[in-house]
């Protein structure tokens, strides 16, 4: 299958700093990522749809300038988690399916950010 | 809206025994995928099977297998010959067609008993 790296797999920082988190798809091309939240034993909530070359497309709820999203090619997005507060706390995901078929989702490892 | 249900919030099966996890969506939608993801401790989500609507034909991968009723809107996930490592969350999971998000259900958190 194909492979979706995400970086860093695991970030502490302090309140009021920004962290950036990176999804990289490694062997192929991806126009489209996903970025998802998921909360202790809950499943994963999307966040945002980002597109290469475009601005992202959040989902309702989710605070745009908070979630910062750039992809501005098309093998990296990135999520940037701007002036951090513990409720922001979380297990972040991306994901991306491979054109042009685009049938079943390869996620990132994951990051877990802990905001002190 | 498609919407994802999974009403098991928790499961056991002992070792070697054959396990049915619960799955019903909702879609208006005549072509889509459905899957099956499992989530060890690691997080790291695993695709276990897909299954894709037009096919009346039921996935299978291995001791993996599921019931798609498409007219019921249901899709179970059977793990036979259940293992320790299969114990994980698994999220049941929708995806119309193209490059649009997986809609996931809430997870069963499965326990396999030694």
């Known amino acids: 299958g194909a492979v979706v790296s995400q970086h860093p797999s695991r970030v502490i920082c302090k309140s009021g700093t920004s962290v950036k988190i990176e999804c990289r798809s490694l062997d192929f091309q991806a126009t489209t990522m996903f970025w998802y939240r998921q909360f202790p034993k809950q499943s994963l909530m999307l966040m945002a749809t980002?597109?290469?070359?475009?601005?992202?497309?959040?989902e309702q709820g989710v605070e745009k300038d908070k979630f910062l999203i750039n992809h501005a090619s098309l093998t990296l997005s990135t999520l940037t988690v701007t002036s951090a507060h513990p409720e922001d706390s979380s297990f972040y995901i991306c994901s991306a399916k491979v054109p042009p078929v685009n049938t079943e989702a390869f996620f990132g490892q994951g990051t877990r950010l802990t905001v002190v | 809206a498609q919407t994802v249900t999974q009403s098991q919030p928790e499961m056991s099966v002992q070792e070697a025994e054959t396990v049915t996890l619960s799955c019903t969506y909702d879609?208006?939608?005549?072509?889509?995928?459905l899957f099956w993801y499992k989530q060890p401790p690691s997080r790291q989500m695993i695709l276990v099977i897909r299954q894709e609507a037009y096919k009346q034909q039921n996935a299978t991968e291995n001791r993996f297998s599921v019931n798609f009723q498409k007219a019921a809107k249901s899709f179970s996930l059977k793990i036979s010959d259940s293992q320790l490592g299969d114990a994980a969350m698994y999220f049941c999971?929708?995806?119309?067609?193209?490059?649009?998000?997986?809609?996931f259900g809430k997870g069963t958190r499965l326990s396999v008993i030694a």
């Open positions: 980002s597109n290469e070359g475009s601005k992202a497309t959040y």
């Open positions: 879609t208006s939608e005549s072509d889509y995928y």
């Open positions: 999971a929708y995806s119309n067609s193209g490059n649009t998000p997986l809609v």
